[in-house]
Nanobody, 123 residues
Framework: QVQLVESGGGLVQAGGSLRLSCTAS????????MGWFRQAPGKEREFVAT????????DYADSVKGRFTISRDNTKNTVYLEMNSLKPEDTAVYYCAIGKAYRSRRVTDFGSWGQGTQVTISS
């Protein structure tokens, strides 16, 4: 089973930026459809963004569209989430995961979750 490790979270003020990274173990990273999800305290885990194996197909939740950018570098076994114009409602634990279906937004269609990285936006 591939291991995923997220990093880059922290505490920033509203309007600031963060870049999250998710690095995978193994040698077959390029075959994985990858997604970013987030979970705020007391709320369900929700879709943020997904990226196809080669990085050519991107999908974003309406709440982050225009502010967040997902990308990947298969030579580094890493997927990124660049977050700009951050809002207090972006506060959550952010997770990356491997997709089981193409361009799915469902939590249940993803597996091999990372441990998560905390993002806190203050105002």
């Amino acid at each position: 089973q591939v291991q995923l490790v997220e990093s880059g979270g922290g505490l920033v003020q509203a309007g600031g930026s963060l870049r999250l990274s998710c690095t995978a173990s193994g040698r077959t990273f390029s075959v994985y459809y990858m997604g970013w999800f987030r979970q705020a305290p007391g709320k369900e885990r929700e879709f943020v963004a997904t990226i196809s194996q080669g990085g050519g197909s991107l999908d974003y939740a309406d709440s982050v569209k225009g502010r967040f950018t997902i990308s990947r570098d298969n030579t580094k076994n890493t997927v990124y989430l660049e977050m700009n114009s951050l809002k207090p409602e972006d506060t959550a634990v952010y997770y990356c995961a491997i997709g089981k279906a193409y361009r799915s937004r469902r939590v249940t269609d993803f597996g091999s979750w990372g441990q998560g990285t905390q993002v806190t936006i203050s105002s």
